[in-house]
């Protein structure tokens, strides 16, 4: 059993894994055979348009790595933990794989393991499903219907608002705006108080592709602002892999997994993506059109935000006729940020204020945290009520919940 906090733990990055039919029990009878898992030797892969996808080493999650197991792995190699890589002894290691839970796949037990572990309430963001927008990015239509397939299976298996504890993100994809904006219609009837939207360029027919923060999606952000919902970037595959491959002379998929040359690491650690997404956020001007729109970048970092925040208050200074107004006030109203266990959360705080920061655990990911509320250690130095907005207030804030 967990220790017990004094206030209440709102966990931004909690998972859960699909079971086999979430992309396929809700696919129309036109799309049957777009997804599917097929045998591999000994192994069961996923199959995307008939091409195998590594993304997952097991997407039937049967067995898994234990919650956690990573952990200090992460806070030993990560270029941007602030510990170092000879101050740490390494933990006892963790079986490699242990088998699945019921709490991993429906919501019922998932309460009962939320208690285990003094969490009150979580997001729960999806796993494999981050695999399918990109392998879809040549057929739009495809990639709606794959989905809302999907989205119909997190209904129906998960709810959108769990007896208020858990919140089960539901996706729109963003190529045919039209589509998105039913899929976002569909969704809030539902109750949903988030989205999940690719930090990425959206695919586009013949090969296009733009940032989402361009005026043409902007009935789209308009609905959203309407619905007052919370917008989660989670991290998933941006698609960035093909720059890479052009550098290395590869043809290869996103495998996060995967060991990773020296140039690949050095580009990675920069954070490209959710640094791009963000800038254009900003820079695009969407976050000037719709003011009351909140996005939550998750399991993306924080390393990245004291460079952009440097580079918006160097440019603005440079160019303040490119904006409509200071973009390091915008990024303060606008984005909340969650930063890995391994970085630090005091300093992130001081520099967009306690108010724009939120804790995640990323349970039961390996790369996550074993026991979750731990995470409190790391704001030993705040005094009590900043500790408690970080681990629960902000976000209970920006979804329109009761702290």
Known sequence: MARRLDFPVFDADNHLYETEEAFTRHLPDAYRG?????????????????????????PT????????????????????????A???????PLPRSVPSI???F??????????????????????????????????PVASHVVIHAFNRWLHEQWSFDYQGRIFATPIVTLPIVD????????????????????????????????????????????????????VGLHSSDSGFQRYLNEYEGHVDEF????????????????????????????????????????????????AWVRPLVAKLARVYDRFPDLFDEDPVEVFRRAIWIHPFHEEDPVGLAELIGVENVCFGSDYPHPEGL??????????????????????????????????
């Open 255 to 302: 495998l996060p997994f995967v060991q990773k040359s020296a140039f690949s690491t050095l580009v990675n650690v920069d954070s490209r993506t959710i640094t791009d997404v963000l800038s254009s956020i900003i820079g695009h001007g969407l976050a000037t059109r719709f003011p009351r729109l909140r996005f939550l970048p998750v399991e993306n970092g924080s």
């Open 86 to 92: 000879s101050e740490r002894a390494p933990a006892e």
């Open 370 to 403: 074993a026991d979750p509320v731990g995470f409190v250690d790391e704001l030993a130095s705040l005094p009590s009520a900043d500790q408690a907005r970080i681990m629960g207030g902000n976000l209970a804030g920006i979804m329109g919940l009761a702290a």
């Open 34 to 58: 777009l997804v599917k898992y097929v045998q591999v030797g000994k192994r069961t892969k996923i199959a995307i348009k008939n091409r195998i996808s590594d993304y997952i080493p097991n």
């Open 102 to 104: 019921p709490a991993y």
């Open 179 to 230: 589509r998105a904006l039913e899929e976002l219609e569909w969704i809030v009837e539902r109750g949903a108080r988030a989205i999940l939207i690719r930090p990425a360029p959206v695919p586009d027919f013949g090969g296009r592709r733009r940032s989402f923060a361009l005026p043409e999606f902007d009935p789209f952000w308009r609905a959203v602002e309407e619905a007052d919902l919370l």
């Open 106 to 139: 429906e919501p019922e037990p998932r309460l009962k393991l939320l208690d285990e572990l003094g969490i009150q309430r979580a997001m729960m963001w999806p796993t494999l499903a981050s695999v399918l927008e990109e392998r879809l990015a040549d057929d």
């Open 61 to 84: 999650f049967n067995v898994v790595a234990p919650p956690g197991a990573h952990e200090q792995q992460y806070k030993l190699q990560n270029p941007d933990s602030k510990t170092g």
